[in-house]
Every structure is written in C-alpha cells, then in structure tokens.
T-cell receptor, first 111, second 110 residues
Framework: DVKVTQSSRYLVKRTGEKVFLECVQD?????MFWYRQDPGLGLRLIYF???????EKGDIPEGYSVSREKKERFSLILESASTNQTSMYLC??????????FGSGTRLTVV | DAKTTQPTSMDCAEGRAANLPCNHS???????VYWYRQIHSQGPQYIIH???NNETNEMASLIITEDRKSSTLILPHATLRDTAVYYC???????????FGTGTRLQVFP
C-alpha cells in the first residue's frame, strides 16, 4: 500500500517561529499536495507540486511556502507562524487510477 | 469543478446497508465522482470513484444515476468502524485539485 508519512502528529510552536512540516511518500508519485482542515471550512488546498523543484499555489498560499527537492518529499514551511495558522495539516500523494492517499495529519497549534 | 450537496448527518444500524446520497447537478461530461471518508483525527481515505457506470470494490458500491446528476455510496453491511465523515467530490480527470465540502457524518450504532 502507498504510504504517506507526516513526520509529526502534534506540534506546538510559538508565534513568529519558522515551522517545517515534512511529508514523505514511498511510491514514486509525481504529484503531492498540502491541505489544511478547519472546522466548518473543510479541506483547503495550500500548495501542490507535480515534480521535483516544481510548485503551484492552491487556494490559500499566503503565509506558506513549500519545498520539493526530492520526488518523495514535500515540505510545507510556515515562514513566520501566526495563531491563525493553528490547524490540522494534511499531505496527500496522487495515486494513479484511484485517488489520493493522505497522511495521518499534523495538528499544529501556534501559541 | 462541479459543486456537490450532501446531507449533514445520517444514522445507520450496525449490519444494515448505509446509503449515502450526493447531488451534483452541474456535473460535466468529463468529471468523475469520488468518495472519501475521514475517521476522526485521521487523514481522508479513498473509497471509490466512477464516471458513468456503477462501480463496486471491497469497501463499497457506487451508484450513479443515468443523468449523472446524483449518486449514492452504499456500504453493504455497516460496522461501527464505518462511523466517519463521508465526502462526495466531483472533479475532472485531468484536474488534480480536490475540493472537499463539509460531507455527511455517518453514525453507525449497535
């Protein structure tokens, strides 16, 4: 089975910190995605990538950046964490012919 | 991508079939219907998808109406572990962006 692994389940960071959320998939997929999930708002796409060193903005990219130096790894970066970035962050990898495989999520709290 | 409408919540007795409806009246010809579910505190899990024909896999069946304006996800024998939020999503085959609505919260009770 495809595995999408997010490095942390829970994180607590201080306002202004630079935060790195790591995601690794093990099936050589080209496409990877970062979503955030908030109550009442569903999942919203932050950034996605179709290939190494390639990135595309999603619906809510402000305050975030991404890095894709290797095919299997897609990192989400909060340049200067703020309290409104407290959320569940979900990484996904595209599975050809079926759908997306999601990681278990990282619940980030910014204090 | 077409918008979908789902009931906010549903209940189902354990062992019975759970039928989850989804309306997608603005679906276009090349858009697929995807279903995912999310169990509390986990990432969404792919269930099934289809274009025109009904589909079945080890998890569920997908029934798409002839006009493709609605569909039903069927869990044939619901278990307590099927309690989750179920999302119906419509997207083009060459579009990678998934738009999740608020889904249907299915509660399976003993």
């Amino acid at each position: 089975d495809v595995k999408v692994t997010q490095s942390s389940r829970y994180l607590v960071k201080r306002t202004g910190e630079k935060v790195f959320l790591e995601c690794v998939q093990d099936m050589d997929h080209e496409n990877m995605f970062w979503y955030r999930q908030d109550p009442g708002l569903g999942l919203r796409l932050i950034y996605f990538s179709y290939d190494v060193k390639m990135k595309e903005k999603g619906d809510i990219p402000e305050g975030y950046s991404v890095s894709r130096e290797k095919k299997e790894r897609f990192s989400l970066i909060l340049e200067s964490a703020s309290t409104n970035q407290t959320s569940m962050y979900l990484c996904a990898s595209r599975t050809p012919g079926t759908g997306y495989t999601f990681g278990s999520g990282t619940r980030l709290t910014v204090v | 991508d077409a918008k979908t409408t789902q009931p906010t919540s549903m209940d189902c007795a354990e062992g019975r079939a759970a039928n989850l409806p989804c309306n997608h009246s603005t679906i276009s010809g090349n858009e697929y219907v995807y279903w995912y579910r999310q169990i509390h505190s986990q990432g969404p899990q792919y269930i099934i998808h289809g274009l025109k024909n009904n589909e079945t896999n080890e998890m569920a069946s997908l029934i798409i109406t002839e006009d493709r304006k609605s569909s039903t996800l069927i869990l044939p024998h619901a278990t307590l572990r099927d309690t989750a939020v179920y999302y119906c999503i419509v997207r083009g085959h060459n579009t990678d962006k998934l738009i999740f609505g608020t889904g249907t919260r299915l509660q399976v009770f003993p």
